[in-house]
């Protein structure tokens, strides 16, 4: 995959993107000379399974996936014993639109990953993990295939790690196209051989998941950033973000600003600032006009809202979500019907269809934005569009509702007047 | 034809069964593998990976309709997947689209009658920094101009 042009900056200090610069990453070799695995040897050598939980735990790192659920936390729920084998999924089905972080982690640095893989599996005690990647990501899987090679073949994975008798194997399995897939339960059925359908919770995947066994989820970045936890320690990684959210953030900045690309960045860093800073600003001759902040399942910030730290609670504070840190940057010059036709478009689409709100609710606002577009609106279609939504979330099996209606909602809100103007009522 | 797969694919497909605990969890990688072999999964395909993961055929039809990169059908030979999502939009993509429909003469959905094209639209495939993007086969081409377009289609063979 075409990775070659640099898009990514170098700001401060890195956990995950510290040697993208180097050419060769992904060889082992490379990877070595730059102290890799040297994390995973002071883990299994050096530190016990519930030592390596605590120290997640304290690090305050949450899940890159979009939930920002605490990753130590999530792993102490897995039983401590079982009779049943316990499995590690790793999410690299990157379907959010505006979401490309996963891919730059897994096409420079794979090994990073399968250092964070073979560290939470040795915590949680798991022998067999399987990463779920995305099924157009076909030269990125040969990459981390080659990767998982190498690193069997040095003794980091297998039988026995650096002879400590800890065993873990560890596949990887291309999904088909299906944005679904990337919710965790649909993840599992999907993996099990099946429609992605998500599954009812509770029973949560930590005590039935996978092949119905204890089964941990994570996103790729929430592990690659497991080895820099165990070789600097919580406090260290915790110093970088805020006070319950440690780190950085890989943030993806995409729409017409000068330098889309991937920009590394503390937990809690100013929209204004990788807006403007990093990605450079707009274009010449655009404007602001909104953003999404998190992928599109994200409600929208307007032009005016943008002096917003970039964490899961500040975010949350004004109603929006930090989801996969995908800004998408929009301008004056597109229409916000435009705007609401894509994310209509894209619900109705993937929407599984296991649910009625969810499946009705999608295709019938996708069908009146679509008479909207086409200069057919009518007047009470904005009010309608807002009852539709709220009727979906809330009300669905998995999040994708919610995810669904949100964008909506903020959209027909956010922007009832120009909406309205598109009205035939509305244009005078 | 299912009957003519090589044994060396045969050989990767046994290899990707045995990666799971239950057989039925390699229908994903295996009809991946024989998709690329065969180009499609009609009929036989299906009834020859149900008969290898000991399940009803019914359920490699649920699977091979729900996940949108297994075709029933072959596509042409090469396969232009263009994305049409928000970030790419918002970068040109409609334009990209429709030169790409202007110069294949074909719309989405469809494949050219010489079977060298078929044109999918799809929803975001992850590299929104290069928007507006594609895929032919399974390489990705990103920052499309008409003019980056009409010589990817030249230098194809
Ligand atoms: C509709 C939907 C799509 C999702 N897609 C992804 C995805 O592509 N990648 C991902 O890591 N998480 C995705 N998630 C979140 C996962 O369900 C889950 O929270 C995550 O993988 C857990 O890992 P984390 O705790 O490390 O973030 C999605 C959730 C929903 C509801
Ligand atoms: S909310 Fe939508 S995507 Fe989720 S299970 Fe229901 S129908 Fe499927
Ligand atoms: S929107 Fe086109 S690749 Fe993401």
């Known amino acids: ?428 | 034809m299912i009957a003519g797969l090589s044994s060396e694919l045969k050989k990767k497909i046994a290899e990707v069964v045995a990666r799971y605990p239950k057989k039925e969890a390699a229908i994903l990688p295996v009809l991946h593998l024989i998709q690329r072999e065969t180009g499609a999964i009609g009929a036989d395909e299906e009834r020859w990976v149900a008969g290898l993961l000991e399940i009803r055929p019914i359920k490699v039809r649920e699977v091979v309709t729900f996940y949108t990169m297994y075709h029933q059908k072959p596509v042409g030979r090469f396969h232009i997947q263009v994305c049409s999502n928000l970030p790419c939009s918002l970068m040109g993509g409609e334009k990209v689209i429709d030169h790409l429909q202007r110069r294949l003469g074909i719309k989405i959905g469809e494949t050219t009658p010489d079977q060298r094209f078929t044109l999918s639209e799809v929803e975001c495939l992850g590299a929104c920094e290069q928007a507006p993007c594609m895929m032919i086969n399974f390489d990705y081409y990103g920052d499309l101009t008409p003019e980056k377009i009409d010589g990817l289609l030249k230098g194809l063979d």
């Open chain 1, 1 to 428: 995959m075409a990775c070659s042009k640099a898009w990514t900056r170098h700001v401060d200090e890195k956990i995950l993107t510290e040697h993208f610069g180097l050419a060769n990453l992904y060889e082992i070799e490379a990877y070595l000379e730059r102290g890799g695995y040297r994390a995973v040897t002071k883990a299994l050598q050096e530190m016990t399974p519930d030592g390596i939980m605590d120290e997640v735990k304290k690090a305050g790192l949450r899940g890159r996936g979009g939930a920002g659920f605490p990753a130590g936390m999530k792993w102490s729920f897995v039983p401590k014993t079982s009779d049943k084998p316990k499995y590690l999924c790793v999410n690299a089905d990157e379907g959010e639109p505006g979401t490309f972080k996963d891919r730059y982690i897994l096409t420079h640095n794979p090994h990073l990953l399968i250092e964070g893989i073979i560290i939470a599996s040795f915590s949680v005690g798991i022998h067999a993990a399987y990463v779920y990647i995305r099924g157009e990501y076909e030269a990125v899987a040969q990459r981390l295939e080659q990767a998982l090679a190498q690193a069997a073949q040095k003794g980091y994975l297998g039988k026995s790690i650096l002879e400590t008798g800890f065993d873990l194997d560890v596949f990887v399995h291309r999904g088909a196209g299906a944005y679904i897939c990337g919710e965790e339960t649909a993840l599992l059925e999907s993996l099990e051989g099946k429609r992605g359908h998500p599954r009812l919770k509770p029973p949560f995947p930590a005590t039935v998941g996978l092949f119905q066994c204890p089964t941990v989820i994570n996103n790729v970045e929430t592990l690659a950033n497991i080895p820099a936890i165990i070789q600097k320690g919580a406090p260290w990684f915790l110093d970088k973000g805020l006070a319950k959210d440690g780190g950085t953030r890989i943030f993806g900045v995409s729409g017409p600003v000068v330098r889309p690309g991937i920009y590394e960045l503390p937990v809690g860093t100013s929209l204004r600032e990788i807006i403007y800073t990093h990605a450079g600003g707009l274009k010449p001759g655009k404007k602001l006009k909104a953003v999404i902040p998190g992928g599109m399942s994200a409600p929208i910030l307007k032009a005016d809202e943008i002096d917003i730290k970039m964490d899961f609670d500040s975010l949350a504070g004004v109603g929006s979500m930090l989801g996969s840190a995908a800004v998408i940057v929009i301008d004056e010059a597109t229409p916000i019907l435009d705007v609401l036709k894509k994310v209509a478009k894209f619900y109705a689409h993937e929407s599984c269809g296991q649910c009625t709100p969810c499946r009705i609710g999608t295709s019938w606002i996708h069908k009146i934005i679509k008479r909207m577009s086409a200069g057919h609106g009518e007047k009470g279609d904005v009010d309608e569009l807002v009852r539709l939504a709220s009727n979906i979330k809330g009300k669905t099996l998995c999040p994708m509702g919610d995810a669904a209606s949100l964008p909506v909602l903020s959209l027909a809100q956010k922007f009832k007047n120009e909406l309205e103007s598109c009205l035939k009522d509305g244009s005078g």
